[in-house]
């Protein structure tokens, strides 16, 4: 079991950058795949980024954050990492973490109902 507390959301303006942070605490977290979802008010939760299990070489992304967010993990740390460039308004949202032991496919790491263990998120407000 693993218990993830996010960090390093906050205001900021378009065009922006920040990084959030989820921290993890338990056992094998090198055996997660993480992913990053984030839920805008009256929208449903959606998937931003994943990165597989082992040295994160591994990363996969929304279409709509392509080439704008970066995710990364330290397993020495155990914590994984979304760096948000290029911020635009449409990016505020609720920023989830999520992790699982047992996805085996890419489709699976994007479906947010396949993930065990959530964080209970960080604000990211992005103003035009």
């Known amino acids: 079991q693993v218990q993830l507390v996010e960090s390093g959301g906050g205001l900021v303006q378009a065009g922006g950058s920040l990084t959030l942070s989820c921290a993890a605490s338990?056992?094998?977290?090198?055996?997660?795949?993480m992913g990053w979802f984030r839920q805008a008010p009256g929208k449903e939760r959606e998937f931003v980024a994943g990165?597989?299990?082992?040295?994160?070489?591994?990363?996969f992304y929304a279409e709509s954050v392509k080439g704008r967010f970066t995710m990364s993990r330290d397993n020495a740390k155990m914590t994984v990492y979304l760096q948000m460039n290029s911020l635009k308004p449409e990016d505020t949202a609720n920023y989830y973490c999520?992790?699982?032991?047992?996805?085996?496919?890419?489709?699976?790491?994007?479906?947010?109902?396949?993930?065990?263990?959530w964080g209970q998120g960080t604000q990211v407000t992005v103003s035009s």
């Open positions: 990165i597989w299990r082992g040295d994160g070489s591994s990363t």
């Open positions: 999520a992790g699982d032991r047992l996805l085996t496919t890419v489709q699976h790491a994007e479906t947010m109902a396949l993930y065990d263990y």
């Open positions: 338990g056992r094998a977290f090198r055996d997660y795949v």
